[in-house]
């Protein structure tokens, strides 16, 4: 088998592992060594700085006080970042109970309400995980309006606040951080 061709498995093409050049020269070289970069930080992540660690704490802040409230583990927050966004972003890790991580990140460029509202997304990726491994419905937080017709609450910003609004009739239910649970039906009461 030639090395620089491409192997084709299920439909999908890919490039052999031992053969970089054939995959720079499909994907370019900045996308390259941009790919080798993130590799890299993979294996050996980079400390965050004081600045950005502060950042992550603070944007983190009210949605480990939503998950307390609603009876899920809080993630471990690593002080490291696992993948680089320039200057575009600031990334960190989070780890679950008997998981791997996953990276998150915060804008740079969007106001603190802007920075929790996204963070809020992928803690509810995070935490639909965690409740799919513990054999429990997916969706956190739960919104408390609906609990015949149980759906996950949405992260906005509003008048400049991030808050949760229900999906179903649009109202907010309360602030990001101020969630009071249960909200998630497979917690005890």
Request: charged share 25%; glycine share 10%; proline share 10%.
């Amino acid at each position: 088998m030639d090395p620089g061709r491409p192997v084709g498995h299920d439909g999908i093409w890919s490039f052999r592992r031992d053969d970089p050049a054939a995959l720079r020269a499909m994907v370019g070289t900045e996308a390259f060594e941009r790919m080798q970069h993130s590799r890299e930080l993979h294996r050996h992540p980079r400390p965050l700085t004081d600045q950005e660690r502060e950042m992550v704490r603070q944007a983190a802040a009210p949605l480990l006080r939503d998950l307390a409230a609603s009876g899920l583990p809080r993630p471990d927050i690593r002080d490291e970042a696992h993948e680089d966004r320039g200057d575009q972003a600031v990334c960190a890790w989070i780890q679950g109970p008997g998981r791997t991580g996953e990276g998150i990140w915060i804008l740079l460029g969007g106001s603190p309400a802007d920075q929790v509202t996204d963070l809020a997304e992928q803690f509810q990726n995070w935490a639909a995980d965690q409740l799919y491994d513990a054999g429990r419905p997916p969706e956190w937080p739960l919104c408390p309006a609906h609990p015949a017709g149980p759906h996950r609450l949405s992260p906005e910003v509003r008048d400049g606040t991030a808050v949760w609004v229900c999906a179903g009739n649009n109202q907010v239910i309360c602030e990001i951080g101020a969630f009071a649970g249960p909200g998630d039906r497979g917690a005890p009461a």
